[in-house]
């Protein structure tokens, strides 16, 4: 692969799919030219101006705790996906390509939501600095902060789309709500020794992160964290199963 440069290693990738072994959900990423959301991905959200490809991973699904970049194109695609699914309420067609002026405002949905997105502090911090030397600070953001864990980025942009839903009373969603959930964010206290995130982002056995089953659990409690309203038996399920994933009695009350 061509390193840092995803147009590159599109065609490599195109070539040698024909001989090359099963290959990753990354690989898809950059060799699918009729998945519309792959497009966006790799074009208009990982380039020097918005998540440079110097600090994507395009060959693992996953992130090393050691790793210097700051996401995985994987985890990209899968949030862009979800927004693009919020925006138009249907899931979205990436067997052929959209007409233009859907493909433009599919460009304008996703990079607006980025926009607004990439101003999480975490996330910010680990962008200021976008050259091989800064990989070792993304490396200690990531260690001290939840929120730049692969799983823990999809959970939040998943908060994001939802939190805004029930904010807006619709499934219109807007870069000017983003902004106002990124704000809330930023008054949480992500570090990982916070025991607020035993079995919500972090597993009770180890304190790993939380895997992709419980994901849904997570993005629950953190929009009830923020000001999400229940209804009384969605509030004691809510908490029936915060009993059961944290171990413990909590009070799980909102922050906001």
Known sequence: MVRHDLEKSRKIFDKASKIAKPTTKADNVITDDENYIAVISRTDVVRNEMIPPRVVNTALNT?????????????????????????????PNIIVLPEKTDMAFARENITEFWKAFLKLEPFAQSLANTSEEGGKKRTDIRLGSLACEPIAQQILADVELEFQKIEQGSKEVSAHGVKEVVAKLNRVDGYPENPIWIGVLLQRKDNAIAWAAAATFARRVISYMLGEKLEARELASLRETSDTMTGRKSPLEPLF
């Not at 970049?69 to 138009?88: C, H, M, P, V």
């Open 63 to 91: 992130l090393s705790k050691t790793a210097g970049q700051f996401a995985n194109l994987s985890t990209i695609y899968e949030i862009n996906y979800k927004i693009q699914d919020a925006y138009t309420g249907t899931r």
